[in-house]
């Protein structure tokens, strides 16, 4: 499996509170992304990024926020967060032609 | 826009039989890849298989294979001697740049249920 990690892996939470999901890899890879996944759905981009100090808002609008400070970390942080916000996160890296996926946060907002 | 369509929620598919997964995309490009991942529960996103459209073979990768129809923007996925290890949700996904980057488009997904 490929080296791209991401904590907490589980996360419940009251609402309003501000919330940071982690995302490392270790393969130097530039190109980052994270996607929202509601239960055997399907992946809806939410950020991207394409090195560091580059962040794009994806396909699908989202209160998140992202930072590419170094190119081995992508966290993901929410500044309020909701019941909507409710979803598995995952985080991906790109390398040529293939994506390697994170484990995924699932995140519960109470 | 692009788009991905799996029609099939759900399949299930006896032990050591061989199942079919379907898959169509509609695109205006010429050149772009086509993937299929396996999503186990609880486990991470893999990669099944690519496809780069310029090529008219089908890949292979072991037990999976793929009919990749490009008149017809079809691209299915096939597993043969299926195995319990396999049950998953599997996802098609269409590869695309746009605004300078590459960008992935996925399908709904389909539940595959092998049974023993």
């Known amino acids: 499996e490929a080296d791209i990690y991401q904590t907490p892996r589980y996360l419940v939470i009251g609402t309003g509170k501000k919330i940071t999901l982690e995302c490392s890899q270790t393969m130097g890879h530039d190109k980052m992304y994270w996607y929202q996944q509601d239960p055997g759905m399907e992946l809806h981009l939410i950020h991207y990024?394409?090195?560091?100090?580059?962040?794009e808002k994806g396909d699908l609008s989202s209160e998140s926020t992202v930072s590419r400070i170094r190119t081995e970390h992508f966290p993901l942080t929410l500044e309020s967060a909701r019941p909507s916000h409710t979803s598995q996160y995952l985080c991906?890296?790109?390398?040529?032609?293939?994506?390697?996926f994170g484990p995924g946060t699932r995140l519960t907002v109470l | 826009a692009q788009t991905v369509t799996q029609s099939q929620p759900e399949m299930s598919v006896q032990e050591a039989e061989t199942v079919t997964l379907s898959c169509t995309y509609d695109t205006s490009e010429s050149d772009y890849y086509l993937f299929w991942y396996k999503q186990p529960p609880s486990r991470q996103m893999i990669l099944v298989i690519r496809?780069?459209?310029?090529?008219?073979q089908n890949a292979t990768e072991n037990r999976f294979s793929v009919n990749f129809q490009k008149a017809a923007k079809s691209f299915s996925l096939k597993i043969s001697d299926s195995q319990l290890g396999d049950a998953a949700m599997y996802f098609c996904?269409?590869?695309?740049?746009?605004?300078?980057?590459?960008?992935?488009?996925f399908g709904t997904g389909t539940r595959l249920k092998v049974l023993a």
């Open positions: 496809q780069e459209a310029y090529k008219q």
């Open positions: 996904a269409y590869r695309t740049f746009t605004s300078g980057t590459y960008k992935y488009i």
């Open positions: 991906a890296s790109t390398y040529f032609n293939e994506q390697f």
């Open positions: 990024s394409y090195g560091v100090n580059s962040t």
